[in-house]
């Protein structure tokens, strides 16, 4: 293996893993909060999360010799922040994230439930992720309006710096946040005082709890967006460039570690899909043979930015929440685009995928449940029925 490893694939990694943990760390900290976690739990959630996702890159990347690329579930805390608290508070939450992960395993274990999955229209799938996300994709305006003079620096970092490099983009967002942070708003002087305390890692053990309503509204909608959005685009990155791993195998392993880091506060990980590519592309190294490399050292950076989330989540606590909202809502603007152009581009499900967007994008809740669940049961629903219709109408004289 040390013969594999190479200078290029050391940098790549480093890359993969500060685009994949700046990029989105944020949207994590909204989901574990939107679904009542405390600061600390969230720090914890975002520690748990960044651990198994180094200690899962390591483990399949080196027993396989591929570049896999694992990340948390982006599109899954999205989910999260637009669902709200439930009844139980984040022990609930907790025991969703349990059932969604032995869902995954599930899927890779028993090939019935992976067909399951894989037979929901992509259309549809996309349409749910598209209503989730877009709610969040309008938090950069937001931030403009309650402050041009703090908000407009981040959307302007994003934007400028994008038209350079794409997956520079947040990150630049990111560094004009802290530069706002620091100089535009007003931290009162005992902010610090638990600086060293937030430094010294910390998990925190969340018993979980378990509830239809939970099941339903969190625990589902986030097996289907997580399988549909990141680990079935992921094994694809992989197979387009020659990689033939198995996913099954893959989907059980990511879940397995999911659930380590669930009592902990973390929602899940998962195959990587844009941090894959890196990987798996020869910006990591000519030789296909030796890229693995890079998805180890992203593993190994991943838990050493893990170590620090206590910093990091003291550092976002000092800023109005609409500040990390828009950096949240800048690193899923690609995900929203990419997932509402899937979710039309088929005219035959255009209206199903239109039903789904919109009752997944108004956040309306019946019976507890949330609006992700009923977007796609409506989608599905239509669908259906559409095809049936069309089906008659073929047979008819």
């Not at 305006?141 to 983009?169: D, K, M, Q, T």
């Not at 378990?210 to 969190?218: G, K, P, V």
């Not at 899923?332 to 009752?359: C, M, Q």
Request: charged share 10%.
């Amino acid at each position: 293996m040390l013969r594999a490893f190479s200078a290029q694939s050391l940098f790549m990694g480093l890359l993969v893993a500060f685009v994949g943990f700046a990029s989105s760390f944020s949207v994590v900290l909204q989901g574990l909060e939107g679904v009542g976690a405390s600061h600390a739990q969230s720090a914890s959630g975002l520690m748990a999360l960044s651990i198994v996702m180094g200690l899962s890159g390591i483990a399949i990347s080196a027993v396989t010799r591929m570049p896999v690329s694992i990340a948390w579930s982006t599109p899954g805390a999205a989910l999260l922040a637009t669902a709200g608290p439930l009844g139980g508070g984040f022990a609930e939450a907790v025991g969703a994230f349990i059932l969604a992960n032995v869902l995954i395993v599930l899927a890779g274990m028993l090939r019935p439930v992976g067909r399951a999955i894989s037979a929901i229209p992509s259309p549809l799938a996309n349409a749910m992720l598209a209503g989730v996300l877009i709610g969040l994709c309008f938090a950069p305006v937001e931030a403009v309006a309650f402050n041009p003079l703090l908000g407009l620096p981040i959307v302007l970092a994003w934007l400028v710096v994008g038209a350079f490099n794409r997956l520079l983009a947040v990150p630049a967002a990111l560094l004009a946040f802290l530069i706002v942070l620091f100089f535009g708003v007003d931290i009162p002087p005992d902010a610090w005082q638990g600086l060293g305390a937030s430094a010294v890692p910390r998990l925190i053990w969340v018993t979980p709890e378990f509830s239809l309503q939970a099941a339903i509204s969190i625990a589902l909608p986030l097996f289907i967006v997580t399988m549909a959005s990141q680990n079935i685009p992921g094994v694809a990155i992989l197979n387009i460039n020659d990689y033939r791993p198995s996913a099954g195998r893959m989907f059980t392993v990511t879940g397995l570690f999911s659930l380590a880091a669930a009592p902990f506060g973390g929602h899940g990980v998962n195959l990587a899909a844009i941090t894959a590519a890196m990987c798996a592309g020869p910006d990591a190294h000519p030789d296909p043979k030796r890229r693995y490399w890079a998805a180890i050292v992203a593993g190994v950076f991943y838990i050493v930015f893990g170590l620090l989330s206590g910093l990091i989540v003291l550092l976002v606590s000092l800023a109005p929440p609409v500040l990390i909202e828009a950096v949240a809502g800048l690193a899923l603007i690609g995900a929203f685009s990419g997932a509402a152009l899937a979710a039309f581009k088929d005219a035959d499900a255009r209206e199903a995928s239109a039903a789904t967007f919109l009752v997944a994008a108004s956040g309306v809740g019946f019976f507890g449940i949330s609006g992700a669940f009923w977007g796609l049961a409506t989608g599905l629903a239509i669908y259906g029925l559409k095809r049936a219709v069309d089906a008659r109408r073929a047979k008819a004289p």
